[in-house]
Structure formats: C-alpha cells, structure tokens
C-alpha cells in the first residue's frame, strides 16, 4: 500500500517542478506589471510635488489650465477667466508633460 503513495509522488514529481513554474512567472509579474506601475506612481508624485505657480496643467478631466496659487492639498487653476479649486491628485502626468515639455525634462 505505502509503495503505490511513493510512486505516485515520484511521478508528480514532488514540488520541485511546481516551484519550477512558478518562480519565473512572479518574475515576470514584477518586472512587466508591478515595476512600471511602481516607476509611473513615483513620477506622478514628482510632478505633483514639482507644481508651482504659473504651470501649464492638465486635469484628469481634461481642463487645460494655468496654476494661480499652490496650497498643501489643494491647487487654484485658471481657464479662460474662471477659477477652480482642484486637488493636487487630479494633474495628469501624461497629458501635463504633452501640454508642458519643459516639466516633461525635469521628471527624467
């Protein structure tokens, strides 16, 4: 009987094969999907950090604007004569550097 159970483990190939497998695939995880997403929220935070008076912004809701004023969490935008109290998390990185490409180099 306990020669079958040693047998049948011998075919499976105990976990050796199993940590085979598996170890290139959270490699592959890390360096396709967490790494860049890791890369991309650290430039995101520079660019909010680097916002000062006078930038050319992007709004995630698509508002092109110009900073008139720089608080702690809070940034004031103008367009077009209208003014609007934004939060600093709502600046899009990808479309800020499109409209600003001085910012676009100083986040390289």
Sequence with gaps: ?????????????????????FVPMIAIFYFFMIRPQMKKQKDQKKLIDSIAKGDKIVTLGGIQAKVTEVNDNYLI????????????????????????????????
Excluded: C, D, H, Y
């Design 1 to 21: 009987m306990n020669f079958t159970l040693l047998q049948a483990a011998a075919a499976n190939g105990g976990g050796w094969s199993q940590l085979i497998f």
């Design 77 to 108: 935008i103008e367009s077009e004569g209208t003014k609007l109290r934004i939060n600093k998390s709502a600046v899009s990185l990808e479309a800020t550097q499109a409209v600003n490409p001085a910012k676009k180099e100083e986040t390289k």
